[in-house]
């Protein structure tokens, strides 16, 4: 009887690795974007003479003996991070007014110029040791616009100044996760004392094919991401927020059809939302600060988004297949203020204990109305594992299946967490689930556009003892990855 049973097992899972998978739909991400989109959340940190000039945006004139923090620790500031569930973080390396934060042979505007530590600090090298001591990715950013370099607006500052910059950047600070990039391109600035105006055109002046050409050489694991990508794209606002329906894919309108997609611009809505049929796979980046400005003011002091506040931007980006890059602006010192590593710290607790546990582990999963039986290519089973490569998938003529989660008893949640296996790309567009209560199927929820993360927090707890999934529109055959049901603590 034992080996009859061992036979039968065997020719059942025989038969489902021989299974071919699905094929792959619409564009599909690289290795080095499913690894930005397994980080999350990480976190840009501006710290430099705005710090001391309470600006958001130095002229490029300003005295580096300003620059002198007293008590300057990147442990603490990683530290906090870390504590808010953030997994990297990108250092502003120099912002638009020039100054660099590391000692560079590119200009004379750096941190050698400063007080700090006799002019022998080098505030990247501090980063790059806390992120290796405490385990988090770290990413740079190197403006583009130099508004203290005389030669910005000539091609010398490409090749000899800013390109040199970046090579400086990922030869001694590296691994990089993210070389970031934006759309601060010209205007006045001090350059050198000719204190004017200069304007540049932004797709052909930094010459992008060749520049990109740097982090991909000496950073190759790094993803790029700018206003049009060309990894990751803007979201299109500053206020941490995707849109309800987001797709990852996304084409720039670019000035030459046909090159580089950097070689364009978005449209702040189209970067929200991104395209269904986008001709790249280009997810998107949502960017907000923790303080209203990005650099400290003191005036601010008061105005730290709450813990709560952090936990609705986490579900309207993370929770909506974007990754959430909130900023950080140490202050004089060179310390996070209290009520900042605060905040973190609560947000941090709040997450860590919604999904420690997931409430459909241990579920029995039936497919239910798949047309001709239970057409699958892979099993179910797995999808409360918590692994996002592995996937239920059906016969590829089956595009609208239904799951239902027998939990076996009542269960309290008002976090539903759906995902695909984004390596076959982007394929369910709307899903809709429903709740077993007093002996009949009720709706709780609708949701579009699953990709790799989609969380859907409801208003108020669910009571339910069996959960059932509809996908209701889809072009091919699914690939879900993950069902998930979580509850925040402060939900009574």
């Known amino acids: 009887m034992k080996n009859l049973f061992l036979v039968v097992f065997l020719l059942i899972s025989s038969f489902a690795i021989s299974q071919p998978a699905p094929k792959p739909y619409g564009p599909l991400p690289t290795n080095r974007q499913l690894k930005w989109q397994e980080t999350e959340m990480y976190c840009i940190i501006h710290f430099g003479p705005d710090t001391y000039t309470d600006k958001e945006w130095g002229y490029g004139d300003e005295d580096p003996q300003i620059v002198n923090p007293t008590q300057f620790s990147a442990i603490q500031i990683v530290d906090a991070a870390k504590a808010g569930g953030f997994k990297g973080i990108v250092v502003v390396a120099k912002h638009h007014d020039g100054f660099c934060m590391w000692p560079t042979q590119t200009t004379a505007y750096d941190i050698s110029k400063s007080p700090y530590k006799n002019g022998r600090g080098d505030i990247l090298e501090e980063y790059r040791d806390a992120c290796n001591q405490l385990g988090i990715k770290m990413g740079v950013y190197c403006s583009p616009w130099d508004r203290n370099n005389a030669l910005y607006g000539k091609p010398e500052y490409v090749t000899g100044v800013y390109r040199k910059q970046l090579e400086e950047l990922y030869t001694h600070y590296g691994p990089i996760f993210i070389s970031w990039f934006d759309g601060a391109n010209g205007g006045d600035g001090y350059y050198g004392g000719a204190r004017e105006v200069r304007k540049i055109d932004r797709s052909t002046y930094y010459g992008w094919d060749t520049t990109w050409a740097i982090p991909r050489k000496l950073a190759p694991d790094a993803v790029l ?24 894919a996304y084409t720039p309108h670019a000035p030459n059809p046909g090159k580089t997609p950097g070689n364009g611009y978005t449209k702040d809505f189209e970067g929200t939302q991104g395209q269904r049929h986008g001709k790249y796979w280009m997810p ?38 974007a990754c959430l890059d909130l900023g950080l602006s140490p202050d004089k ?4 203020f209290d009520n900042d590593v605060n905040s973190l710290k609560k947000f941090g607790g709040i997450l860590k204990e919604t999904f420690a546990v997931n409430l459909a582990k241990g579920a029995t999963l039936m497919p239910s109305n798949v047309r001709g039986g239970n057409k699958t290519k892979f099993g179910p089973q797995n999808l409360t594992d918590n692994n996002r490569y592995s996937y239920w998938a059906t016969d590829d003529t089956v595009t609208t299946p ?11 949640f008002n976090v539903i967490r759906l995902r695909e296996n984004i390596k076959l790309g982007q394929r369910i567009e709307a899903v809709a689930v429903d709740a077993w209560t007093d002996g009949k199927w009720a709706q709780i929820a609708l949701a579009t556009s699953i990709g790799g993360n989609r969380l859907i927090r409801l ?16 072009p091919v055959c699914i690939a879900l990855s993950d069902f998930g049901l979580f509850k925040e603590p402060n939900k009574i």
């Not at 990508?229 to 500053?238: A, K, L, Q």
């Open 225 to 248: 991401f700018g206003d049009v990508g060309p990894d990751v794209r803007w979201v299109g606002n500053e206020n941490g927020r995707a849109g309800e329906t987001c797709w990852e």
């Open 284 to 321: 998107a980046e949502c960017d907000v600060s923790l303080r209203p400005g990005w650099f400290y003011h003191k005036d601010q002091d008061d105005k730290i988004k709450s813990p709560d506040s952090l936990l609705r931007l986490y579900y309207q980006s993370v929770g909506r297949g």
């Open 333 to 336: 010192r060179g310390l996070l």
């Open 402 to 412: 239904q799951l239902i989660v027998n939990l076996h008893r009542k269960k309290i």
């Open 459 to 474: 208003p108020e707890n669910v009571t339910a003892s069996k959960v059932r999934l509809r996908i209701t529109q889809s």
